[in-house]
């Protein structure tokens, strides 16, 4: 007798496309959006690459390891590294700043404020976000720098002999110092608003049960509101930082850029920011310097997109309750 | 309605009435709490018990807009009195919520001894504390092989658990629970409530319930608290468990415990 075997089961067709004619031109724009951003990214990326191709090929990797722009010679030498590294020193300066301020404005925001003084300072903070980068630049300039140079003398006359506040030149303006405040001006409102969100969305019974527990107001918030936030916090910070590497005028105001590398001498007159050299230099450069400072663009885009995906990565990883 | 008349009051309500802004939504409750006893509050919801319950450890004080008057006196003091810090008064009477909620940032040991950091006090032999704790929540033999792992990995019933031994790890004299196994599976209920029944053989226990059958197996007396027409709420009957059941003075608590309402 033959084997009878039974015929494999034959799977339907199910619908996951939109059948619908409106739903169809709907889900038509929502995707076409989604992807033309992706595509402009690239793009963009294409296009910076393209131009600055002549300042890779000539420079190699010294264009980022290197420390010298010379336009005496020909053809003319670019390196950035003092720009990257002042880039990423005043995105971290800015962060320290930044962050214990941020949080006390959420912490302030969330829990201790009354309903009506909250939305005041939500509404301030959100307009500090609003300000124009160049506004910012001019307050820091001619209404901030005086006044922080006295911190910095302050700092240097009582921490000089910590190599972080020593300054030889005796000259106190236009620092990295300056800057990383006006960057921590600039990326406040986002951490904020990052963290207040963050604590908007905590369990309030875990907030009860510390307070249950015998919890005073400052242990619940350093050992159950904090840890419980911290996954959010450091993802609202990296995209402060992100911010922070992009900020161009407002840096540019208030900072001495130098090749002459400046590695922690916080409160001299030297410093670097590849935005803010880019916006000095692009006015009067020469087809090939403007190919390097394409390429410095670049790299600064790569450095913000690296950011940003570290952003991501953290604040998943951090907070696997959240699954 | 009915005073109980008991050789011991440890914890006491006089006259506490409560107000969220200007809404009055408890009135004049009087409850006397008896050393190592279990009181059960019953009442449908909305009626005040949740409410009542808070106040007895001041979380009540924590809802902004919150109101009180009266006195709670826990051995004769008034835990609302003039320099009575409500950080000490949480920490000899504790509190088990309604959702499990261990921290869950921390291990199922680091949330035993998570009150203890909290209160800010020393912590000696941990690992004993760790382990007596659990073992009076009943939870030890479950989770003895993996104390560092996160408190949030253990099952719901398993949290509840963990959440309870964490009160009892500051060696309570009052433990409040509202609701403890409303969100748990009739396995993790019965095994809550003979933790219950152990643990109160060392304090006393005010518990908030919705089963009629909880409150009839584990407590001793019981609280039926009403509101009615937009009135705030305010105890109806409290007595001896069985009498309220079995043998009710007041009509409404005859036909709330039997189901015709709430």
Partial sequence: MPVETKPAPQRRRLTVKPTLLGDRIFFGITTGTAYFSIVLVVLVLIFLMIRAWPAFQHEGIGFITGSKWDDSVQPMIMQIFPMLYGSILLAILGVILAVPMAIALAYLIEFLAPKPIARVVTLLVDLLAALPSVVIGLWGLFVFSPVAEGWAKLLNHYLGWLPLFANTSGNFSRSPFIAGWIVAVMIVPIITSVTREIFSQMDRDLINAAKALGGSMASTFTKVILPTASGGIVGGTLLGLGRALGETVAIFFVLNLSFDINWADLTEARGGSIASMILGKLGNASDYERSGLMAAGVVLFITTLLINFLAGYIVNRAQPWRK | ?262
């Fill in chain 2, 1 to 262: 309605m009915t005073q109980l008349i008991t050789p011991q009051a440890h914890l006491r309500s006089e006259d506490i009435n409560v107000w969220f802004g200007e809404r009055h939504v408890l009135s004049d409750v009087n409850l006397t709490f008896p050393e190592n006893q279990v009181t059960a509050l019953i009442g449908p919801s909305g009626c005040g018990k949740s409410t009542f319950i808070r106040t007895l450890n001041r979380m009540h004080e924590l809802i902004p807009g919150a109101g009180l008057s009266g006195a709670v006196l826990l051995d004769g003091q008034d835990i609302y009195g003039d320099g009575v810090n409500p950080v000490d008064v949480r920490i000899k009477i504790g509190m088990v919520f309604q959702k499990p909620n261990p921290f869950p940032t921390m291990s199922i040991k680091e949330n035993i001894l998570s009150g203890l950091k909290l209160s800010g006090r020393k912590v000696t032999n941990a690992d004993e504390l760790v382990e007596t704790s659990l073992r009076r929540a009943s939870i030890w033999n479950e989770v003895k092989d993996r104390l560092n792992e996160p408190a949030i990995s253990l099952s719901g019933g398993q949290q509840q658990r963990l959440c309870i031994a964490r009160s009892l790890a500051m060696e309570p004299q009052v433990l409040l629970m509202d609701e403890p196994c409303s969100a748990l599976d009739p396995g993790s209920t019965r095994r809550i409530e003979e933790t219950i029944e152990e643990i109160s053989e060392s304090m006393t226990i005010v518990i908030v319930t919705h089963n009629m059958q909880q409150a009839q197996r584990v407590s001793q007396q019981t609280a039926f608290f009403l509101a009615e027409d937009g009135n705030p709420g305010t105890v109806v009957e409290f007595g001896a468990t069985e009498d309220v059941f079995n043998r009710p003075i007041d009509p409404r608590t005859n036909d709330y415990v039997n189901g015709h309402f709430g």
